[in-house]
């Protein structure tokens, strides 16, 4: 089981416009990342709040919940915010709130032996790193730059953290992957 924290980021590492938007993603012609794979093995999936409603949202699932099951799938999802949210009725929605390391225990039980997608953002991801709960980064790099934006990490993270295990070209898009090389033995 690994935690991967995949997502697609400008050249300039921004996850999305100052008000969350998406626009540029999807107006990136030809040959697309494939989630097919990640999604087949992740059997829990970890967001925020802010990607949590910018997915209700973009496919219409407020309106719509019968098509959650074909945007998200059937397994578990853990949603960190400390406000109250909409959970749609027949999803496996969980609201957290707090620490991420005091909830990975029942992260890691409900992911049984499949991976977890920790799929944004950049403040939560951090705290995963900081927990020592993150085993890969997969970034999906686009040919885009905004003069300002969410960005992809928040914090700092060195590149003795960082191992690269793959790279490579998907049409406009450059993919990259990294081990996160755990702390104790960073600093062993």
Same mark, same amino acid.
């Given at each position: 089981?690994?935690?991967?924290?995949?997502?697609?980021?400008t050249?300039n590492g921004f996850?999305?416009?100052?008000?969350?938007?998406? $626009?540029?993603?999807?107006?990136?012609?030809?040959?697309q990342? $494939?989630?097919?794979?990640?999604?087949?093995?992740?059997?829990?999936?970890?967001?925020?709040?802010?990607?949590?409603?910018?997915?209700? $949202?973009m496919?219409?699932?407020?309106?719509?919940?019968?098509?959650?099951?074909?945007?998200?799938?059937?397994?578990?999802?853990f949603?960190?915010s400390? #406000?109250?949210?909409?959970?749609?009725?027949?999803?496996?929605? #969980?609201?957290?709130?707090g620490?991420v390391?005091?909830?990975l225990?029942?992260? #890691?039980?409900?992911?049984?032996?499949?991976?977890?997608?920790m799929?944004?953002g950049?403040?939560?991801?951090a705290?995963?790193?900081a927990?020592?709960?993150?085993?890969?980064?997969?970034?999906?790099?686009?040919p885009?730059?905004?003069?300002?934006?969410?960005?992809?990490?928040?914090?700092?993270?060195?590149?003795?953290?960082l191992r690269?295990?793959?790279?490579?070209?998907i049409g406009?898009?450059?993919r990259?992957?990294?081990?996160?090389?755990?702390l104790?033995?960073?600093?062993?």
């Amino acid at each position: 089981m690994a935690v991967i924290y995949e997502t697609a980021a400008t050249l300039n590492g921004f996850l999305a416009t100052r008000d969350d938007s998406l $626009d540029w993603l999807f107006e990136i012609p030809g040959e697309q990342p $494939d989630l097919k794979p990640l999604m087949e093995s992740a059997t829990a999936l970890v967001m925020g709040s802010t990607t949590y409603e910018w997915l209700l $949202d973009m496919e219409d699932l407020r309106t719509h919940p019968e098509k959650w099951q074909d945007s998200v799938g059937t397994q578990p999802v853990f949603v960190f915010s400390s #406000r109250a949210l909409p959970v749609l009725e027949g999803a496996d929605v #969980r609201i957290l709130a707090g620490d991420v390391g005091r909830h990975l225990p029942e992260i #890691r039980a409900a992911a049984g032996e499949g991976d977890i997608w920790m799929m944004g953002g950049g403040g939560l991801a951090a705290q995963f790193l900081a927990a020592g709960a993150l085993d890969r980064i997969v970034l999906t790099l686009a040919p885009v730059t905004l003069a300002a934006g969410k960005p992809l990490f928040s914090g700092d993270v060195t590149w003795d953290r960082l191992r690269l295990r793959s790279a490579e070209k998907i049409g406009e898009w450059a993919r990259l992957v990294y081990d996160v090389t755990p702390l104790s033995a960073v600093s062993a």
